[in-house]
């Protein structure tokens, strides 16, 4: 008997073939549009994030400065110079900080190894940096340590793009190579990972030393960066206040002067990047939203005409006792069996899409789309909900026909 | 069963009003077998409509059955056609994609009959009406004098008292049109009341009584109706003449 129903809607659909492949076409293409915008939206969200904190895990970076603020009576535009000495100082007075390193840097030094010689960025720093910095050693090898430090030790780890140059495929670790002209031990090599924002070049092209080594080899005292890092995100403005208040005392500097210390706070970035990207999958959601609305009309319209045509039928059910509520559920139950089938191939069709997408190899350029249970009910109840918006007219107009007038048609 | 007292219809259709019915008094006992003639456009099909509870006069009282169908809700009207009201119409108005046992089903659905009961009844209906080797048929697999027994076995799902047949021999040539007045007869002879409109006289004259439409009034003038019936008998010679 039900099935009777089903015959009928599918010789509608039939007798409008082009207006219903169009339809079924729009909610499909909605569906689709709406996951896949999702999915890629979530994994270029996620993709960014992950590179983003190529630089480092809510770590900030400051710089020595100038003050621009006149205080005690001294003047402004006075240059601010960082020493390993702050960093002691800053250890022992900001308990909030979880991890703080020196780095020294050098533009260009000659390395060779063999016959291979580059002029390659070196940094020399403490142990604490490469956890901080996201520089983490590959198998087989480790990052510089304490002791390192402490003995001033002629070893060094190489990012890995400079390790490539200098080795090619060859081992590296336990090598010797020369920096200017004096040997040193390679002891690691970076694990390869993204990195989109870097003050210094990026890491995969460097060379890192015991800052003390460097001190040493190349009469470093100032300190081109420090990186720290607190403890946790909510004491991070503590600790950053706190960076202002002992070196502002030290150097004598007005705490709130952020030019004698220029910090970069990757932690603000974040907010920033985090509200960016919200705002670019709304978009891209409102976008899809906008498709399936338009589907939606396109089922609406589609409906009118079936109603329209039916009219006939309509008004012989009503004259056989249907009452409105009869007349209004089938026609909204069939809108949404159209709106489902389309919306249902729509989200296999995208799954699928995902599914095969890692084989493409693009991960490296746009993450890897992924969808949550969550965004997949919501996509289906939305779908729903505009399926119920595009019945319920054509439907009440169905179920106010008039059924002598409809029956004379 | 039928009790109209001053029905008026006007239909506005919104240029120009049309007065389809005028005043007309209309009495039909249980167990009656009327028909009524009258010219096209006499307003016939309006007065069905009307009697039929699909559309309600614009004055004038209708009790059916006993009861004032006056100020009931949409909603009440459905389920008065459902239960008390068989139609057959002239031109079948099956549906097309539902087999002749689905048509027969469909007021049995509305009503809420029971699956199983339904199919029962379906089955038995169609059998009584001799269709019971085409119960999956659609209409366009059946020729027009079947397609109107199963519109009358569809009219008798819901056990209703009366039956309402606008024109239902129209669209039929001679024989299956007395098949089906055939139908009618044998119905009524089980006691259902049945008001049959017709143009064929000799369908007409198949009924216990007839009642006279004209320029949407009821007349009793047995002068005027008999020039009429006159004028249809010399039709339906001309008819079989052909
Ligand atoms: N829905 C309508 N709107 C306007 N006029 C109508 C409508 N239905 C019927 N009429 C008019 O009412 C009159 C009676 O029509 P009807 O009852 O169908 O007559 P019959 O069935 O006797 O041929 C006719 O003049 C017809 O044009
Ligand atoms: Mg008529």
Redesign the interface.
């Known amino acids: 008997m039900y099935l009777m129903f089903l015959r009928q809607l599918f010789h509608d659909m039939k007798g409008q073939k082009l207006r219903s492949a169009l339809t079924l076409f729009g909610i499909f293409w909605g569906t689709t549009a709406l996951i896949l915008l999702g999915a890629f939206g979530h994994g270029i969200h996620a993709h960014q994030v992950k590179k983003f904190n190529g630089l480092g895990e809510h770590i900030a970076i400051m710089w020595p400065g100038r003050t621009s603020m006149t205080y005690k009576g001294l003047p402004r535009g006075r240059s601010i110079l960082l020493r390993e000495d702050d960093v002691t100082l800053m250890k022992e007075q900001i308990p909030e900080l979880e991890a703080i390193s020196i780095e020294y840097q050098d533009w260009s030094i000659p390395v060779r190894h063999d016959k291979v010689l580059i002029s390659a960025r070196l940094s020399g720093v403490a142990a604490e940096y490469g956890d901080m910095r996201n520089v983490i050693p590959d198998w087989g090898g480790r990052f510089v340590d304490e002791i390192d430090v402490r003995l001033r030790r002629r070893v060094c780890f190489l990012g890995n793009e400079l390790k490539d140059d200098l080795f090619g495929s060859a081992k590296a670790v336990g090598e010797i190579i020369e920096i200017s002209n004096v040997p040193f031990t390679v002891i690691g090599v970076m694990k390869p990972k993204g990195q989109d924002s870097a003050y210094s070049g990026r890491d995969k092209d460097k060379i890192f030393l015991p800052y003390s080594t460097s001190a040493v080899m190349f009469g470093h005292t100032i300190a081109n960066v420090i990186v720290w890092k607190a403890k946790s995100l909510e004491v991070h403005k503590i600790a950053k206040r706190k960076i202002y208040e002992v070196l502002g005392k030290k150097h004598k500097f007005d705490p709130g002067d952020n030019q004698a210390v220029s910090m970069w706070d990757t932690t603000e970035n974040l907010d920033f990047f985090t509200n960016f990207f919200w705002g670019f999958r709304i978009f891209l959601l409102m976008i899809s939203f906008a498709t399936l609305v338009v589907g939606g009309i396109g089922v609406a319209n589609i409906m009118y005409v079936v109603v329209k045509e039916r009219s006939k039928e309509i008004g012989l059910k009503m004259s056989l006792g249907a009452k409105k509520g009869f007349i209004l559920s089938q026609f909204l139950l069939e809108t949404l069996l159209i709106t489902f089938i389309g919306g249902f191939t729509g989200f296999l069709f995208a799954m699928t899409l995902i599914r095969i997408f890692p084989s493409f190899n693009l991960e490296e350029y746009i993450g890897i789309p992924t969808i949550s249970s969550f965004e997949a009910i919501l996509s289906v109840s939305l779908l729903m909900v505009i399926g119920l918006f595009a019945g319920f007219f054509p439907a009440r107009r169905a179920a106010n026909m008039n059924p002598v007038q409809s029956l004379k048609m | 069963m039928i009790k109209m007292r001053g029905i008026r219809k006007v239909y506005d259709t919104g240029r120009i009003e049309v007065e389809a019915l005028k005043d007309v008094d209309l009495d039909i006992k249980g167990g009656e077998f009327v028909s009524i003639v009258g010219p096209s456009g006499s307003g016939k099909s309006t007065l069905m ?1 009307i009697a ?1 509870c ?2 309600v006069p614009s004055e004038g009282t209708y009790e059916l059955d006993g009861e004032s169908v006056e100020g009931l809700s ?2 009440q009207l ?2 008065i ?3 008390k009201i068989g ?1 057959v ?1 002239q031109a079948f ?1 099956l ?1 097309p ?3 002749a046992f ?1 048509n027969v ?3 049995m ?3 809420k009959v029971p ?1 199983r009961e339904r199919r029962k009844r379906a089955r038995e209906l169609l059998e009584r009406v001799n269709l019971g080797d085409r119960l999956d048929h659609r209409p366009a697999e059946l020729s027009g004098g079947e397609m109107q027994r199963v519109a009358i076995a ?1 009219s008798l799902a ?1 056990k209703p008292k009366l039956i309402l047949a606008d024109e239902p021999t129209g669209n039929l040539d001679s024989k299956s049109g007395a098949a089906i007045v055939d139908l009618f007869e044998e119905l009524w002879k089980s006691g259902t009341t049945i008001l049959l409109i017709t143009h064929d006289s000799t369908v007409a004259t198949r009924t216990n009584r007839v009642v006279y439409l004209k320029d949407g009034m009821v007349r009793s003038q047995a002068r005027e109706m008999a020039a009429d019936m006159k004028a249809l008998k010399e039709r339906k010679r001309l008819d079989t003449m052909q």
Request: charged share 25%; net charge negative.
């Open positions: 409509n039929g699909l559309d949409m909603s459905a389920d056609r459902n239960r139609f119409f108005n549906l994609y539902a087999t689905e089903e469909l007021p659905m509305f009503g699956a569809r819901m």
